[in-house]
DNA sequence: TATGAATGAGATTTCATTCAT
DNA sequence: AATGAATGAAATCTCATTCAT
């Protein structure tokens, strides 16, 4: 089911350099670009040969898809982790926000490489991305529709809005921990040091926006 | 004040070709990337030789500056005539998000230009951008500030979290236009077929949120 | 007779004019060499337009082989001036030598340039400056043979050498003027701070070196 | 302590394809000049492909500093191997003429690369060539300060002088063999067809000049 | 005659990919 | 399987020369 972009020799490898190769890869793509990015800066940075880059993948695009397929696990592990059907949906806007602020401020330049895929001149990869998206989009819908049933978000609110909105937001605030300049501007928004609490911050708000009953009380 | 990029043989040229140079080159950095762009293409697409190009900036960055230096004006221009101090603030919301969507739909390249500025390989250029997200933010306060004065935005709303939710929510509109896999995105949320309204509606959408009346009905 | 490399144009306009672009040639000629120099850096110091150069040269080669046979007439009437019958054999190499190293202060970059001469790469000018260097030992050798004549000279001495050297040695120190390596070297023999009575200091010894007297004494 | 300009991978090919491109670099510099020379000229006549020898040289003035080191060690080895304590005057003098006579008749464009070295347009590498320089100094004035103390100088001669004059005439005969302008100025002096005896004939003549018992004989 | 914009051939430099060892 | 030297297509930038105004 899986389409692999790896070689059988990448298989045939230590996990752990697997794990350092696809690590570095990750790295020198979100910090230089897809096209910016170079082999021999991926092989030198995972302290492999230039040569065996091209042993592990056929060519530099299969390098990158493999780097989205392993970012887009990690992605998948993280949502599966917040969707605890028993959380209320206060609980759960907070626990998306804060690990997707986690896991940008872990790994930046993967919230980079993903965040470059969304440009026209990346356009080739995006069916590697879309199943990711879909996801979200999915969980999004769900966890708003869990919120509504509950009570918690006022019966008004068109679900559908809602979900993007919450989407785009948290896809912001990843934005922020991946970029300088949306570091910048999310500082001009919050106040300079408070950028660290912005996530709960931006959960509580987006809350009390979707209930009807905080503005009665 | 205001730096150029571009040499004096570019203020010499009529401004019709001038225009036609920056329209092409920013096609061209946006469908191709900042890295990506080559200066043969702008120049064939602008129908000039690729010599003239050198002659009308120094180098290719000044060019990218150029175009951006550009890009900002067209930004202030949109943003100027949103800025209706007699309006509501549901209308506020709703002319900025419409014209956000004109725009990008009318010029998605440079949108697609503006938001690879926000990655890390083209930090470089973040200073050029920089002050158009500050504009940006300051608009966007006034905004909700206003709502909040004519009661239209409800008194507990976080003004700050406020204006930063919906200058998101206007970049991911934008960014819906600019790239195929956004667009596909929204059609995840709204469905397709009804990406059209979405400004509308996202606008519609949020000012309901903000707005305490609106749950009391 | 005198071969003119220079357009009709070129003679049509003030020689004031004619002279400025002349000059304007030859410091950038000696500057940024032959192959280095830039037609539009000769216009620009010599304050005219980029293409009017081609209208008084037909091509660059030209405008170089005119700036050389301005070099050559300056250079006659300094060889024409010292060339006194009447001075002795050590006046004469004074003269030779302090007229070529002032010379060489007032118009280093004239220097340079036919410094230049010398290499392979320019070698297709060498028919033009040709006559000077055979102008220049043709009054070389008149000069020591008057000094032999004169018993000045020791009779032992092997005229064509002696001549030969008299040439280098003032070859040489007009290097010193034209070059920072080649100055750097005169201080590294003669001292720092000594170098500008080297012309004279050179005279001197190499006088002395040529008579007899001198080791009788 | 010896600056390297080339490439690790510079030092992991042959020996015997080092010295052919090193070689083949020497060959087009002088021939062509170090602004004229192209990257490609040398990889074909190296007979290596254009894009390696930027695998071997950072840049372009890597390379020339290279051929300059070499050009270096070779003289180097020159001068050392005529640096005879027990020579007389005379016969040092003759040695090293003739050395410089004949190294410059082997790898003539080394010369050329030489002398360019002293032209404006190429200071940036006076630093390279200075240390030869400066030994070259150093050698002539123990030359002479032995010719001196052995008496085969006469007393009154002007030891700096005296040693300037011999580097400057070395330097004008190995320009012979180097520059046709100056093969064909040396002929002018010495007559054509003796050419070949000049370095040995300067020697001679020079030697004499110097000596004081030369002319009572 | 003077101007300066336009041209395009050509130079250096980069880098994905190949392949002999 | 690993290495790193070799390759050459392609990109940016330069500049002598042309030519319309």
Same mark, same amino acid.
């Given at each position: 089911?899986?389409?692999?972009?790896?070689?059988a020799?990448?298989e045939?490898?230590?996990p752990e350099? !697997?794990?350092?190769?696809?690590?570095a890869? =990750?790295?020198?793509?979100?910090?230089?670009?897809?096209g910016?990015?170079?082999m021999?800066?991926?092989?030198?940075?995972?302290?492999? =040969?230039?040569g065996?880059?091209? =042993?592990y993948?056929?060519?530099?695009?299969?390098?990158v898809?493999?780097?989205i397929a392993?970012?887009m696990?990690i992605?998948?592990?993280?949502?599966a982790?917040s969707?605890?059907?028993?959380?209320?949906f206060a609980?759960?806007?907070r626990?998306?926000?804060r690990s997707?602020?986690?896991?940008?401020?872990?790994e930046?330049?993967?919230?980079?490489l993903?965040l470059?895929l969304? *440009?026209?001149?990346?356009?080739?990869?995006?069916?590697?991305i879309?199943p990711l998206e =879909?996801?979200?989009?999915?969980r999004?819908r !769900? @966890?708003?529709?869990?919120g509504?049933a509950s009570?918690?978000i006022?019966?008004g609110v068109?679900?559908?809005?809602a979900?993007?909105?919450?989407d785009?937001?948290a896809?912001?605030l990843?934005k922020?921990?991946?970029?300088?300049?949306?570091r910048?501007?999310?500082?001009l928004?919050?106040?300079?040091? *408070?950028?660290?609490?912005?996530p709960?911050r931006?959960a509580d708000?987006v @809350?009390?926006?979707?209930?009807s009953?905080?503005?009665s009380n």
């Amino acid at each position: 089911m899986a389409i692999r972009y790896h070689t059988a020799t990448f298989e045939n490898i230590p996990p752990e350099k !697997r794990e350092r190769i696809l690590r570095a890869a =990750s790295r020198v793509l979100g910090r230089d670009g897809i096209g910016g990015a170079r082999m021999a800066d991926v092989a030198s940075e995972a302290g492999v =040969s230039h040569g065996s880059m091209f =042993s592990y993948f056929p060519t530099k695009d299969d390098m990158v898809r493999a780097v989205i397929a392993r970012g887009m696990d990690i992605q998948a592990v993280r949502f599966a982790a917040s969707d605890d059907e028993g959380a209320c949906f206060a609980d759960a806007v907070r626990a998306v926000f804060r690990s997707a602020w986690d896991e940008a401020s872990a790994e930046p330049e993967l919230i980079s490489l993903w965040l470059s895929l969304s *440009l026209a001149e990346n356009a080739r990869f995006a069916d590697a991305i879309l199943p990711l998206e =879909s996801d979200s989009t999915e969980r999004w819908r !769900r @966890v708003v529709a869990r919120g509504k049933a509950s009570g918690e978000i006022d019966g008004g609110v068109d679900e559908r809005a809602a979900a993007y909105l919450l989407d785009a937001l948290a896809a912001q605030l990843m934005k922020s921990r991946a970029s300088g300049l949306e570091r910048a501007k999310l500082e001009l928004f919050v106040g300079s040091g *408070l950028a660290e609490s912005a996530p709960d911050r931006m959960a509580d708000a987006v @809350v009390a926006m979707l209930s009807s009953s905080d503005s009665s009380n």
